[in-house]
């Protein structure tokens, strides 16, 4: 699958990701690149437009330029969805008291917009791993990580999506949406 080479901006980031890289740089030194790009802020390989995610079902995004290991990801999101038939509302960030083990997260905010992947693994700036269709915390910012994938994508394994939902036991009973931007540093080394 060589899709995301015919995007325009790959040469401009593979040079900025270059001079970032020490002299014999290894496979694991690009582990850190894409990241390094992502925390210092600089131009992302993609920007997706605004999209809405409901609050009572998961919301699947493709990126158009597939997902691949090392890549660098941020996720920012904005609004508030309704929780409950009552419509008591709730920041995309969610409330700060940590959810119970019977809920989608155990141990983060109640509410609060997760997400996953469904092929490969996450790794958050903290370096907590967060596997395959396992949710990860994103509120209003996930903060930069790392996407980890053992294996290219093939038309075997076809590429990951991103699934978002929100760190609720029941959401069918929920309404509203949040709007979430997807900002993505491509690998150098993948
Ligand atoms: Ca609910």
Redesign the pocket.
């Known amino acids: 699958m060589k899709r995301r080479f015919l995007v325009g901006t790959v040469t401009a980031i593979t040079a900025v990701g270059g001079a970032l890289l020490p002299a014999g740089a290894a496979h694991a030194i690009d582990d850190v690149t894409a990241l390094n790009r992502c925390t210092a802020g600089a131009a992302t390989s993609f920007t997706s437009p605004s999209f809405a995610a409901g609050g009572n079902n998961n919301t699947p995004f493709d990126l158009p330029a597939q997902m691949f290991n090392n890549d660098a990801f941020r996720i920012t999101a904005t609004g508030s969805i309704a929780?409950?038939y009552l419509g008591t509302q709730k920041d995309v960030g969610g409330d700060p008291t940590p959810a119970p083990a019977d809920w989608p997260l155990r141990g983060q905010n109640q509410y609060m917009l997760i997400a996953k992947v469904d092929r490969g693994a996450v790794i958050t700036d903290r370096g907590r791993r967060f596997g395959t269709n396992e949710w990860f915390p994103v509120g209003r910012n996930s903060g930069c990580f790392r996407y980890v994938r053992p294996t290219p994508v093939s038309d075997d394994d076809p590429t990951a999506v991103l699934i978002f939902s929100y760190n609720?036991p029941?959401?069918s009973?929920?309404g509203g949406f949040g709007n979430i931007v997807v900002r993505q540093w491509f690998c150098t080394i993948c």
């Open positions: 929780i409950n609720d029941n959401i009973d929920n």
